[in-house]
């Protein structure tokens, strides 16, 4: 499991994608989203712009990703 720790209320999933390197650019992220399998909590993704908050648990493949407040 990885801790990801973002400043604000949430990051979109495209923004996360990015800070993380698994992408370049936010138009990358359909296609990451066709070739990987991604959840939020146990519920698949389809939107590029999904709101990831603190507490929430990202899945991509087998790797879960684990959000943080920079607070927290």
Same mark, same amino acid.
């Given at each position: 499991?990885?801790?990801?720790?973002?400043? @604000?209320?949430?990051?979109? $999933?495209?923004?996360? $994608?990015?800070?993380?390197?698994?992408?370049?650019?936010?138009?990358?992220?359909?296609?990451?989203?066709?070739?990987?399998?991604?959840? $939020? !909590?146990?519920?698949?993704?389809?939107?590029?712009?999904?709101?990831?908050?603190? @507490?929430?648990?990202?899945?991509?493949?087998?790797?879960?990703?684990?959000?943080?407040?920079? !607070?927290?």
């Amino acid at each position: 499991m990885y801790i990801i720790q973002i400043t @604000g209320e949430y990051i979109q $999933l495209d923004q996360l $994608l990015k800070k993380e390197g698994l992408i370049q650019t936010g138009g990358e992220t359909a296609i990451f989203l066709s070739e990987h399998k991604v959840s $939020l !909590n146990g519920i698949k993704v389809f939107e590029k712009r999904k709101k990831i908050r603190s @507490g929430d648990a990202l899945t991509i493949d087998d790797t879960v990703y684990r959000i943080v407040g920079v !607070n927290e």
